[in-house]
């Protein structure tokens, strides 16, 4: 199994530059999890669906940031403008649904933001 | 006061040496707990579950304080290998799914 894929690997871009993150979760998870991780504020979750529709986006930290899942095996989380500030670890992560059950998430490698 | 606290670390440890991590958390209405661990420059991985009596895998324990709000991974015998930041990680039913906090990690640095 291939896991989750994300990309790119690694993005550096500049100020006011719009960002794409790509996520393709793994087949058969029904919840995708966006999250971002800094020394300063560890991992943060910034958004989740659940069978494609958001489901909770209150960790999005402005309008700049937008997410979307057009289909089951495919995410994007985008940033525009991008700013300094958002440099980061993003991280994407699915899991199964199981009713009652506390499921492990299994994260993609992450993609590394610069903003210069 | 972050939901999911953790002591940074880094611990530094020689080989053999036996190390323990504490977090605690302050919701009461946290329901599951876990342990992941994340490599340098790599993504979390679970490690194992905390269950309320404790639970032992291989070197590694893990115990949960429910009254005390807190919850510890003690790792024996410890290998360079498991040089690596550990993520204290707890559970809170919200919007329907369970959503997971995490600590921002402790540092393990285990030296020959």
């Known amino acids: 199994d291939a896991g989750v894929i994300q990309s790119p690997r690694h993005e550096v871009t500049e100020m006011g530059q719009e960002v794409t993150l790509r996520c393709k979760p793994i087949s058969g998870h029904d919840y995708l999890f966006w999250y971002r991780q800094t020394m300063m504020r560890g991992l943060e979750l910034l958004i989740y669906f659940n069978n494609n529709v958001p489901i909770d986006d209150s960790g999005m930290p402005e309008d700049r940031f937008s997410a979307k899942m057009p289909n089951a095996s495919f995410s994007t989380l985008k940033i525009q403008p991008s700013e300094p500030r958002d440099s980061a670890v993003y991280f994407c992560?699915?899991?199964?649904?199981?009713?009652?059950?506390?499921?492990?998430?299994?994260f993609g490698p992450g993609t590394r933001l610069t903003v210069l | 006061r972050k939901e999911v606290e953790q002591d940074p670390g880094p611990f530094n440890v020689p080989e053999g040496a036996t190390v323990a991590f504490n977090c605690t958390y302050s919701n009461s209405a946290s329901q599951s707990f876990f342990w992941y661990r994340q490599d340098c420059r790599k993504e979390p991985k679970l490690l194992m579950s905390v269950y309320s009596s404790g639970n032992e895998d291989g070197r590694f324990t893990a115990q949960l304080n429910r009254a005390s709000q807190y919850i510890s991974l003690l790792i024996r015998d410890s290998k360079l290998s498991d040089s690596a930041t550990y993520l204290c990680?707890?559970?809170?039913?919200?919007?329907?799914?369970?959503?997971?906090?995490f600590g921002a990690g402790t540092r393990l640095a285990v030296h020959p």
């Open positions: 990680v707890v559970i809170l039913f919200s919007g329907g799914y369970n959503k997971l906090i």
């Open positions: 992560a699915s899991t199964p649904a199981r009713a009652g059950g506390n499921n492990e998430q299994f």
